[in-house]
């Protein structure tokens, strides 16, 4: 028996087959695809492959599709196949959240999750937020908010509850261990802070937790502390720091080298190069400097670690890096989603990033497992990588 195939799929298909086509010439105009998909009669043909599954499925299966699920899956499975990690698909829940991580703005309770077992569980809990105040915690889930079960509202509806504008207040019921307690809080939008201080004697000390578009303004800010205070000698911090924003790194590295050295060296899929300099080198570093890093610095924080072992001759500490040196160009679709490419590679001009990382000149042991929780319950004399970086600032200092 012949069925004909649904207006609505139809168009469906047709809306998929335009993206997926968008997405393949925009692909080609920058070299990233050059030979996936050989010519246009070789789309035809996956386009009619597509047609036909669809047609036998709906013609002789015995159960209903879920239209919304399929698009998805259809989506995500041609980027799957692109054998590269770091190219991404997200949902338009995901790139929401993933521009609103970029921005360095925070609308929710104060804490990322996944979810597990079809509960919101908690990875991340936002420094000075509504959830760190309520005493949330890194691996607890979230089972009802406001009475109603998170498992039956479905994990996205349930996370969005927790994105309601800002002043919604809420009530939480936490699972810790198996025991339940509850929690009430209200949303807000705050910015996320990416940058903290720290002096050691006449020693300062700059953490960067990730680049995002308010790193600059924050970095300046506290570097510009630190000089009022007199300090001689720079330390930075930039272990866990996995952001992808490079712009921000960059940005923040032409104003610490000397006026027109190079920040970076950009190479395209076609090999070709392109050379980012400082324009002002304003606020150039002229002390004694070093960058602690370990496994968990990645992508602009290994760039930022190898220009300024370039650049001022800063000494890095700690372990190699995780070796991330892609640059990601973000392309939004039609219906709020959006897909992540790697198109170039970033490079200093000693150090190459891309599958190699940045090799510490002093290396130190990490601290048990070097996550945030642990690090903060460390300090100058208990923080084996610290403690090192210390020593070698100390021992280029001048004699007093």
Same mark, same amino acid.
């Given at each position: 028996?012949?069925?004909?195939?649904?207006?609505?799929?139809?168009?469906?298909?047709?809306?998929?087959?335009?993206?997926?086509?968008?997405?393949?010439?925009?692909?080609?105009?920058?070299?990233?695809?050059?030979?996936?998909?050989?010519?246009?009669?070789?789309?035809?043909?996956?386009?009619?492959?597509?047609?036909?599954?669809?047609?036998?499925?709906?013609?002789?299966?015995?159960?209903?599709?879920?239209?919304?699920?399929?698009?998805?899956?259809?989506?995500?499975?041609?980027?799957?196949?692109?054998?590269?990690?770091? !190219?991404?698909? #997200?949902? @338009?829940?995901?790139?929401?959240?993933?521009?609103?991580?970029?921005?360095?703005?925070?609308? &929710?309770?104060?804490?990322?999750?996944?979810?597990?077992?079809?509960?919101?569980?908690?990875?991340?809990?936002?420094?000075?937020?509504?959830?760190?105040? /309520?005493?949330?915690?890194?691996?607890?889930?979230?089972?009802?908010?406001?009475?109603?079960?998170?498992?039956?509202?479905?994990?996205?509806?349930?996370?969005?509850?927790?994105?309601?504008?800002?002043?919604?207040?809420?009530?939480?019921?936490?699972?810790?261990?198996?025991?339940?307690?509850?929690?009430?809080?209200?949303?807000?939008?705050?910015?996320?802070?990416?940058? +903290?201080? /720290?002096?050691?004697?006449?020693?300062?000390?700059?953490?960067?937790?990730?680049?995002?578009?308010?790193?600059?303004?924050?970095?300046?800010?506290?570097?510009?502390?630190?000089?009022?205070?007199?300090?001689?000698?720079?330390?930075?911090?930039? +272990?866990?720091?996995?952001?992808?924003?490079?712009?921000?790194?960059?940005?923040?590295?032409?104003?610490?080298?000397?006026?027109?050295?190079?920040?970076?060296?950009?190479?395209?899929?076609?090999?070709?190069?392109?050379?980012?300099?400082?324009?002002? &080198?304003?606020?150039?570093?002229?002390?004694?400097?070093?960058?602690?890093?370990?496994?968990?610095?990645?992508?602009?924080?290994?760039?930022? !670690?190898?220009?300024?072992?370039?650049?001022?001759?800063?000494?890095?500490?700690?372990?190699?890096?995780?070796?991330?040196?892609?640059?990601?160009?973000?392309?939004?679709?039609?219906?709020?989603?959006?897909?992540?490419?790697?198109?170039?590679? #970033? +490079?200093?001009?000693?150090?190459?990033?891309?599958?190699?990382?940045?090799?510490?000149?002093?290396?130190?042991?990490? /601290?048990?497992?070097?996550?945030?929780?642990?690090?903060?319950?460390?300090?100058?004399?208990?923080?084996? @990588?610290?403690?090192?970086?210390?020593?070698?600032?100390?021992?280029?200092?001048?004699?007093?």
């Amino acid at each position: 028996m012949n069925r004909k195939i649904p207006l609505g799929l139809t168009i469906a298909l047709m809306a998929i087959a335009a993206a997926i086509t968008f997405i393949i010439s925009t692909s080609y105009s920058m070299g990233i695809f050059n030979g996936l998909v050989a010519d246009v009669q070789q789309r035809a043909e996956m386009y009619q492959k597509l047609e036909q599954i669809d047609a036998y499925v709906r013609a002789y299966y015995d159960g209903t599709i879920d239209e919304d699920k399929l698009i998805e899956a259809l989506a995500n499975g041609y980027i799957s196949i692109l054998e590269d990690a770091d !190219a991404k698909y #997200l949902t @338009a829940q995901d790139y929401t959240l993933y521009r609103e991580h970029l921005s360095g703005t925070h609308l &929710g309770i104060g804490v990322y999750t996944y979810p597990d077992g079809g509960y919101p569980t908690v990875s991340e809990v936002l420094a000075n937020s509504p959830a760190s105040t /309520a005493g949330i915690s890194v691996g607890e889930s979230i089972i009802e908010i406001n009475g109603q079960s998170a498992l039956d509202l479905g994990y996205s509806a349930a996370t969005e509850l927790l994105r309601s504008p800002a002043g919604t207040q809420l009530e939480l019921t936490i699972r810790s261990g198996g025991v339940d307690r509850t929690a009430v809080v209200s949303t807000i939008q705050m910015t996320v802070g990416t940058v +903290r201080t /720290a002096t050691y004697g006449s020693l300062g000390c700059i953490k960067i937790t990730e680049f995002n578009e308010k790193t600059y303004q924050q970095f300046m800010a506290a570097y510009s502390s630190l000089q009022s205070q007199g300090v001689n000698a720079l330390l930075i911090d930039l +272990r866990n720091n996995s952001g992808e924003l490079f712009d921000s790194a960059v940005n923040i590295l032409g104003a610490l080298l000397p006026s027109g050295a190079d920040v970076a060296i950009n190479i395209g899929r076609d090999g070709a190069e392109s050379v980012y300099e400082t324009a002002s &080198g304003s606020r150039m570093i002229t002390v004694p400097t070093a960058v602690i890093v370990n496994s968990r610095t990645k992508g602009p924080a290994e760039l930022f !670690a190898a220009v300024l072992k370039d650049g001022v001759g800063a000494s890095i500490v700690g372990t190699q890096t995780a070796g991330e040196g892609d640059f990601f160009e973000t392309y939004p679709l039609y219906d709020g989603s959006a897909i992540v490419l790697p198109i170039s590679t #970033l +490079r200093s001009t000693n150090i190459e990033i891309e599958g190699v990382g940045v090799k510490p000149d002093y290396e130190a042991p990490v /601290a048990f497992d070097d996550t945030d929780e642990e690090l903060a319950l460390l300090d100058e004399t208990t923080d084996p @990588a610290l403690k090192r970086a210390i020593e070698v600032l100390t021992s280029l200092l001048p004699p007093e």
